[in-house]
């Protein structure tokens, strides 16, 4: 299944992604951001109805400067207090941290909300990644502004060797399938329980659709695995 999710990332189409039983218990829609089209917002906030994001991958975080969100509030507290107290968010059921960054818009759209807007924001969200990811220097802010629609998130630098998020995963099937490692991701919702969709119905929705479904611990398999070939070519 782990070879069906990394053609489909090379034909830059969705893939669903299933974390863990243990953690969210979520199935998110992926797709990479370099590819994202306004069909595909379209299809993540119909089909999938969560959150549309772009998970990046850290060296390119890095070299974007993109902060935690949860830095920047807390950072902001010291000069407007009444916010201190929403800025800690060592509570969160699933993990000990937020990988949420900036919210931003590409400078040329107009709300930044639509279909048309939030793929322009995505994709050229996906182009820069891959721009600063063979070393090159990219001023975020002379193409996007804050705060915007679409959500950056950050993934952790160990990628899938302690936190396992989405973002994570996303990030990870990405650099092994050797494309950009900027993915857009959502979850995909339950408007009859008000819950995550259920693991089988999405599974159904993938068969439906013809789209990959992979559970995390294939993600993390298969990615521990690339690591170790990747390190002993350097041997």
Known sequence: MIEDALRAFRRGDAVLIFDFDDREGETDIAIPAINVTPKDVAMMRIDGGG??????????????????????????????PEIASISNAN???????????????????????TD?????????????????????????????RS???????????????????????????AEMAGIAPAVAICEMLDAKTGKALTKDEAMKYA??????????????????????????LFI
């Not at 721009?131 to 193409?143: A, I, Q, T």
């Not at 559970?215 to 390190?231: D, N, R």
Request: hydrophobic share 40%.
């Open 147 to 173: 705060p915007g629609h679409v959500a950056l998130l950050r993934a952790a630098k160990d990628l899938t060797y302690n936190r396992v998020g989405q973002t994570e995963l996303s990030v990870a099937l």
């Open 51 to 80: 959150l549309i994001c772009v998970a990046i991958h850290p060296i390119a975080a890095e070299k974007l400067k993109l902060p935690f969100m949860h830095d920047v509030l807390r950072i902001a507290s010291k000069s407007i």
């Open 116 to 144: 048309n807007d939030r793929a322009l924001t995505i994709r050229r969200i996906g182009e820069v990644v891959d721009y600063v990811m063979v070393g090159n220097e990219f001023d975020l802010g002379s193409e996007f």
């Open 207 to 232: 068969e439906k659709n013809g789209i990959p479904f992979i559970e995390g611990k294939e993600i993390v398999k298969a990615y521990k695995e690339f690591k170790e070939v990747k390190m002993n």
């Open 91 to 113: 509570d969160i059921k699933y993990d000990s941290r937020s990988s949420f960054s900036l919210w931003v818009n590409h400078r040329d759209t107009f709300t930044g909300i």
